[in-house]
């Protein structure tokens, strides 16, 4: 995941009805620009059913040069060659979801917290993921992160920061400004009017400084 510039973090939506289907939809999206990282975020899925459809996400994204993170479940990132996890705060601990991915890339969810994210930092982290910057549609909100956050992090620290929660083209131009080396975007990619291969381009765009 480089982090020479602002790019572009992707996680699925939260439900994909039919996932064999829907594969068209994500390769297309992919296609549309520059995206660093994707994020499987699929809950209420038994393990079985999860597997199945990293197996239909998976091998697009990584042929195209993508990382490939699974949500909560290092055993699982692990079993499907994923290229790493992201976990919660409640997801276990670093150092376990470390042992389960090796060398992998292991992003932890900070929220707006500069002792949580150091100790992330510490810990030896890939990334720290604060949020939610805005209101976000995709999960239960607690936290409300501000721009300040990012520039602090972005001014201390050399581990990568990772803004999330209710990003969308019209309102990330801060989050960029302020240091966020990736912008974490799934409604605002998703549900995007003119669909989500345009919001990939506009994030794009601005990313690139257009």
Known sequence: MSTASCRLYLITPPVIENPYEWVKTWEATLDAGDVACVQIRLKDLSDDDLARVVDLLRPPAQKRGVAVLLNDRPDLAFETGCDGVHIGQEDGTYAEARKAVGDGIVGVTCHDSRHLAMEAGENGADYVAFGAFYPTATKDAKFQADTE????????????????????????????????????????????PEGPEAAVRAFNRILAGG
């Open 149 to 192: 956050l990012l520039r602090w992090w972005s001014e201390l620290f050399t581990v990568p920061s990772v803004a999330i929660g209710g990003i969308t083209v019209d309102n990330c131009q801060p989050l960029v400004e302020a240091g966020a080396d990736f912008l974490a975007v799934a409604g605002g990619v998703w549900n995007h």
